[in-house]
């Protein structure tokens, strides 16, 4: 198994959902007031929250990203369940980084952007201890032009091996989110408000 995917289940309810995401840790909401469980399913633009990816990418493809940037410190696993959905669902692509040079690494560990949060505050792609990889395009702007090392990490990306999740229903697994970035392509029209992933994000 890669080490990306630390573990795979087949999960059956909510409850077995929850069970595992607080033997792990401590189970969070996404935002505030939010519930543990979030519901992922692929929404056009203009009918998404405006806080999510598909508020910004609809049902297109979502870029690399880490989830939960937006906290001081970002969750240390992700829990993702295929709930829902049509047969042979677009996969998630999980892309582990591992391989780095020290060139590399020292430009996103220093190179600023301002993350925007519900109080903003300024972070690396790479923690400046280099425990966890943080991550959004969304809401991570540069500093300056000097500090945009986005060419950097896109570079990076295309050095690793991507694994693709072919989900089924009621597949579940479990996510280094510190050290992975994830995306999801583009969905099929049959998709679109259906395919149905379950996440929690565990501190």
Not at 62 to 81: E, K, S
Not at 95 to 117: A, G, Y
Request: proline residues 9%.
């Amino acid at each position: 198994m890669p080490e990306a995917i630390l573990a795979t289940y087949q999960i059956n309810n909510e409850i077995q959902l929850l069970e595992l995401a607080h033997s792990l840790g401590q189970p969070v909401p996404s935002r505030r007031n939010g519930l543990l469980i979030d519901k992922l399913i692929p929404l056009p633009r203009d009918q998404a929250h405006p806080q999510s990816l598909s508020a910004n990418f609809g049902v297109q493809e979502f870029p690399f990203h880490t989830d939960g940037a937006y906290f001081t410190t970002p969750p240390r696993y992700i829990v993702l369940r295929y709930a829902d959905g049509p047969p042979n669902p677009t996969p998630t692509l999980i892309c582990p980084i591992c391989n780095t040079d020290n060139e590399t690494m020292e430009n996103l560990q220093f190179h600023l952007w301002k993350v925007r949060s519900f109080e903003p505050f300024y972070a690396s792609i790479l923690s400046e201890d280099g425990r966890f990889f943080r991550f959004d395009s969304c809401i991570m702007t540069p500093i300056s032009h000097k500090q945009n090392n986005l060419n950097q990490l896109k570079s990076l990306i295309t050095k690793q091996a991507v694994i693709s999740i072919d989900w089924s229903v009621n597949q579940t697994i479990i996510i280094d989110n510190w050290q992975t970035l994830h995306q999801r392509p583009a969905v099929r029209p049959d998709e679109v408000k259906y395919r149905t992933l379950q996440r929690i994000m565990i501190l």
